[in-house]
């Protein structure tokens, strides 16, 4: 929201007042004085008007955690764990999962309770790679990697997925960076060879890697410089 907006709905303010106080340098947000009405604020912004705090500013919350196989990507479900019941964090209801994965798949999972930074991680305009550690039934043919570049039509969608980048690791193992995140789409691109995925693991999603200190189940929260990587 604008600041001058936010100000505004306070009853104690006209646009008036919100204006001068701007000009004046009375406004600050998370300690900068600001004079820019346009200025977005957000849940997370401390907001003061002289000395006094108008908006503490809730805490922006950023984990990564290792999902195991056997969780579900969601915040609650009837029958299984799901990777919330891994956090042992307040208000976990306030938190969402930037990126699910399925219920048998490991590695890297971000949960936050930021909906732009999330958003920017996942839409696919911004087309981050995500890679993941493949391991199938069947053997991994070389003639696999054409088909990778040029896409797999998805039938349900309508659509053609992104090129994607398959290095094949040995005869059974294959590393795959996708810029898109469609239903099941790892298993339906190998579906396509007929051979089924057996292990599924993210890596990494664009410059966040799972780290390696994370044994499945554990998560930390991101460090500072990693939340501005996104
Ligand atoms: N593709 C899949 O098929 N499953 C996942 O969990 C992620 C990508």
Redesign the pocket.
């Known amino acids: 929201m604008r600041l001058d907006r936010f100000l505004s709905n306070l009853p104690r303010f006209s646009r008036k007042d919100v204006r001068l106080a701007l000009l004046a340098g009375r406004v600050s947000v998370d300690g900068q004085t600001l004079k820019d009405p346009l200025h977005e604020v957000r849940e997370f912004s401390q907001i003061m008007v002289d000395n006094e705090i108008l908006q503490t500013g809730k805490p922006a919350r950023y984990f990564m955690l290792h999902k195991p196989p056997g969780c579900v990507s969601a915040t609650t479900d009837p029958q299984h764990p799901t990777v919330l019941d891994l956090l042992q964090e307040p208000d976990k209801h306030e938190l969402h999962i930037a990126g699910?994965?399925?219920f048998n798949?490991s590695g890297l999972m971000l949960i936050t309770n930021d909906g732009q930074w999330s958003r920017r991680l996942t839409q696919p305009t911004t087309k981050l790679p995500?890679v993941?550690h493949v391991e199938t039934e069947q053997e991994i043919g070389e003639h696999y990697l054409e088909k990778f570049t040029e896409g797999f039509y998805f039938a349900f969608e309508e659509l053609t997925t992104l090129p994607a980048q398959l290095t094949i690791l040995d005869s059974h193992h294959a590393r795959l960076s996708?810029v898109e995140?469609r239903y099941?789409?790892?298993?339906?691109m190998f579906g396509f060879f007929d051979n089924k995925?057996l292990r599924?693991h993210?890596e990494s999603m664009g410059p966040l890697v799972l780290d390696p200190a994370l044994e499945p189940g554990q998560y930390r929260p991101l460090t500072p410089e990693e939340i501005h990587r996104i």
């Open positions: 699910r994965l399925d798949t995500k993941y996708i995140g099941h789409q790892v298993k339906r995925v599924l993210r």
